[in-house]
Every structure is written in structure tokens, then in C-alpha cells.
């Protein structure tokens, strides 16, 4: 059984980041391994570890700077989370969603979700950014949803819909700024696993089939959760590698996924920017 956080630990969570900022952020941005530049061109920043909050998880990922930076990023109120927390760090499905939960319970109406994934879709290739469309949660699947446990009536209702999870009018923003800026931006379906290790050519081929075109080992019960919630979501993937499909490629490192994390995040700053100016 999973651990379950009561209302009461993330308003308490919430009510220690709120303490400590002025402004009221319309927007909460989590950043992917590789990803973390966006968050050092806020202005008026405050950061606040993650470690210094009451009851929340750490960061134990290289790459993941494990804090939060709220100001202002192209003239709006943001909250970043830089570096995010995953189930494969030993920690359970409520612990990793607390960010979201606690960006809720300070009134923020907007997610916007990074991650580096692997392009299973034949026509990715590393470097590419990737438009998520939709999800499979393959994790929640098999019974690891965030969802589980006491529904928090407050936040939102016992069997939410998920038909549109990332948000259509999001998603054409995305893409306009994507055009405006001459980026070549995929679409497609993201597919979560729990990781920490990459998948086996099968697994790969598998995914396939089931119609992932990218995969990785996050996002998706952010998503969730955001969506319970009633929070408006925005997904981006970087792709970092072209999945090893027939297992006779150079085998994947998480070192690799950092340095393409160079060439991807001038393209994931420039679409999270314009469509933040739009909000």
C-alpha cells in the first residue's frame, strides 16, 4: 500500500513556501534531467531547497538541482521546480506528486511539465522536442496511481476524466510559438515507466506497439494529479536518445541524456516562454 499524504501535511507544505514569497505565481514549471538553465534567468528570484520544507521529498538525481525558484520569467509570476522527484528514488506515488499537491493549495491554475525521454517513434532522433498529446501510464496500470488512497474531496472528485489531459488550447500555443520560432517540434504520446533502468529492446518494441512514440520515467502522474486538481497542463519531452529498439545500439547513459539536454533546452525555453507571455 502506498503512502498517503494527508491535506493537512501539504498545506503545511504549501503554507512554508508561501511564507516566504510576495507574489502569486499563475504558473508552475517542472524541469527534466538536462533541463535546469530556464530556472537561472528568473528575475527577483527566491529559492527555497527542497530540503527545508516540511515533509517533502529531496532530489537525489544528478541534474536535478532539488529546489525551488520563484519571480518572474517573461513578466509572470512562475514557480519552478528545479529538478523534480521520482518513484525509482525510493520514494512512494503521493511523495513524488506532493509538488504538484502543493501547487494547488497555492492557488497556481497552469502545470507545465519537462522530462528527457527516449524517442521510440521512427522518426525522432536526439535533440528533437516532442509536443505531448496524450499518456500512457503504465505504472498507474499496474497499480501504482497516484490517485490511490482517500480521495481529498477539496481538491478534486473520486474518478476525474482524463480524456484531455494536456490542454488543447496549450498544446496549439505551443505550437504556434514552435513556428514563430522556427522550431521543429514532434507530437506525440509519452509513455511512463518507473525506471531507474532504461528498457530492454523488447520493452521498446512493445511500447511501440502500444503506441508510445516516447518514453521516460516521469510526468505522467504529475499530469494526473494535476488534472485532478483542475489544473490546466502543458507537456514537453526532450528527446535525449533514439531508443535502442533492436539492442545493437550504443548502450544509453544517463550522461548522455545531460548533454543532449544542451542542445535541447534553448528549443523547451523558447516554446515555455512564448506561451507563458500568452497566459
Not at 513556501?17 to 502569486?24: A, L, Y
Not at 482524463?162 to 488543447?168: G, K, P, T
Not at 528498457?199 to 504529475?222: C, K, W
Amino acid at each position: 500500500m502506498q503512502n498517503f499524504i494527508p491535506l493537512a501535511q501539504i498545506d503545511e507544505t504549501a503554507q512554508a513556501i508561501k511564507s516566504r514569497i510576495s507574489i502569486q505565481p499563475i504558473a508552475g514549471i517542472i524541469l527534466g534531467s538536462g533541463l535546469n538553465h530556464l530556472a537561472d534567468s528568473v528575475q527577483n528570484a527566491v529559492y527555497i531547497p527542497f530540503g527545508e520544507l516540511p515533509h517533502f521529498p529531496v532530489s537525489t538525481v544528478q541534474g536535478h538541482s532539488g529546489r525551488f525558484v520563484i519571480g518572474e520569467l517573461e513578466g509572470k509570476p512562475v514557480l519552478i521546480m528545479q529538478g523534480r522527484i521520482h518513484c525509482y528514488e525510493g520514494y512512494s506515488m503521493s511523495q513524488t506528486t506532493l509538488p504538484v499537491r502543493v501547487m494547488q493549495r497555492l492557488g497556481i491554475p497552469t502545470l507545465m511539465l519537462t522530462n528527457a525521454a527516449g524517442g521510440i517513434h521512427p522518426d525522432f532522433a536526439a535533440g528533437d522536442a516532442m509536443l505531448i498529446t496524450d499518456q500512457i501510464n503504465l505504472v498507474g496500470m499496474v497499480g501504482l496511481n497516484p490517485l490511490i488512497g482517500p480521495n481529498l474531496d477539496e481538491i478534486g472528485v473520486r474518478f476525474p476524466d482524463m480524456s484531455q489531459i494536456y490542454d488543447r488550447a496549450y498544446c496549439d500555443l505551443a505550437r504556434k510559438v514552435a513556428k514563430e520560432n522556427g522550431i521543429k517540434l514532434q507530437e506525440g504520446v509519452y509513455v511512463g515507466l518507473s525506471g531507474p533502468a532504461f528498457e530492454t529492446p523488447a520493452e521498446l518494441r512493445f511500447l511501440r506497439m502500444i503506441g508510445a512514440d516516447a518514453v521516460g520515467m516521469s510526468t505522467v502522474a504529475e499530469a494526473l494529479v494535476a488534472r485532478h486538481g483542475n489544473m490546466r497542463v502543458l507537456g514537453i519531452s526532450g528527446v535525449s536518445n533514439k531508443a535502442n529498439m533492436d539492442g545493437l545500439a550504443a548502450p544509453a547513459t544517463h550522461e548522455e541524456v545531460m548533454d543532449v539536454g544542451k542542445i535541447l533546452t534553448p528549443k523547451i525555453e523558447t516554446i515555455l516562454r512564448g506561451v507563458l507571455r500568452a497566459l
